[in-house]
């Protein structure tokens, strides 16, 4: 399992394929393996493919603190420096598309592309606080239907919500009912500054999006409960291509891997798209 220092903390990441570079980021409390399951493998017949786990998660450095996009952004520019990498296509899910953007805005020259799926972004956070965002009873529906009666008062609690959701069995992908690998996530959340720096807006505020000139492919499921960030941002970033998943949620690499990765080998530009 190679590592390799990066801004100061040990990423650790895969390597595999040959052709133009792509660099896949996971998302909040996850790991490098979501893209391991069958997107890397279909990307590498025609790309570098670079998947890492971010700081604090899978078997990457936990720090105490450093979780903010701004941080994360860094760690992405120190882990492409220290592996030679000058201008990938850049694919993140989540949280990782909260990075991909706030890397995009600040080291435009080193992405060729960005494939952003199912960003929340920090400076849409207070929209989703809102006790009636569609998010809180989504989640909390998941959690009834595995078992867990979530109480009135904990419905948009976060921190609880995250905690409870660790106890619960995995819900999509191939691991769907297995379950999870609870304590080291668990650590994450109570020890770290994860949870506060999930929040930081730093320079990547909406306006800011305008600035972001980098061409962006912004995708999200039909059914996602982030589509009120799927509206602002597809307004405002200027080179964007908004997607729709007919169907999916918000777990698109674990829901819909292979319409995925079909869309993303389309915007590389690999001819070999129609043969998954």
């Known amino acids: 399992m190679p590592k390799i220092a990066a801004n100061g903390v040990e990423l650790h990441y895969l390597s595999m394929g040959h052709g133009p570079d792509v660099v896949l980021l996971h998302g909040f409390l996850g790991n490098q393996a979501v893209w391991h399951l069958q997107i890397a493998p279909q990307l590498r017949r025609h790309h570098r493919v670079l998947t890492y786990d971010l700081r604090g998660h899978g078997y990457s450095q936990v720090t105490p603190d450093g979780y903010t996009a701004a941080d994360l952004a860094e760690d992405l520019r120190g882990l492409l420096d220290a592996l030679g990498i000058a201008r990938p296509v850049i694919v993140g899910h989540s949280y990782g598309a909260d990075v991909?953007?706030?890397?995009?805005?600040?080291?435009?020259?080193?992405?060729?592309?960005?494939?952003?799926?199912?960003?929340?972004?920090?400076?849409?956070?207070?929209?989703?606080?809102?006790?009636?965002?569609?998010?809180?009873?989504?989640?909390?529906?998941?959690?009834?239907?595995?078992?867990?009666?979530?109480?009135?008062?904990?419905?948009?609690?976060?921190?609880?919500?995250?905690?409870?959701?660790?106890?619960?069995?995995?819900?999509?992908?191939?691991?769907?009912?297995?379950?999870?690998?609870?304590?080291?996530?668990?650590?994450?959340?109570?020890?770290?500054?994860?949870?506060?720096?999930?929040?930081?807006?730093?320079?990547?505020?909406?306006?800011?999006?305008?600035?972001?000139?980098?061409?962006?492919?912004?995708?999200?499921?039909?059914?996602?409960?982030?589509?009120?960030?799927?509206?602002?941002?597809?307004?405002?970033?200027?080179?964007?291509?908004?997607?729709?998943?007919?169907?999916?949620?918000?777990?698109?690499?674990?829901e819909q891997p292979e319409l995925l990765t079909r869309h993303i080998l389309d915007f590389c530009g690999a001819a070999a798209a129609e043969t998954i």
């Open 100 to 254: 991909s953007l706030y890397f995009a805005l600040k080291y435009p020259e080193r992405v060729e592309k960005l494939i952003a799926l199912e960003p929340g972004l920090a400076a849409l956070v207070a929209d989703r606080k809102r006790p009636d965002w569609e998010g809180w009873g989504y989640w909390a529906d998941k959690l009834c239907e595995a078992g867990f009666d979530v109480p009135a008062d904990k419905r948009n609690d976060l921190q609880y919500l995250l905690e409870v959701s660790l106890n619960t069995p995995k819900f999509y992908g191939p691991a769907r009912g297995l379950p999870r690998n609870r304590e080291p996530l668990i650590r994450l959340i109570r020890n770290t500054s994860l949870i506060a720096d999930y929040e930081f807006v730093g320079e990547l505020t909406l306006e800011a999006l305008r600035r972001i000139s980098t061409e962006t492919l912004l995708v999200y499921g039909d059914r996602s409960h982030f589509l009120g960030s799927f509206h602002v941002i597809k307004d405002l970033l200027p080179n964007c291509t908004p997607l729709l998943l007919p169907g999916g949620e918000h777990f698109g690499p674990l």
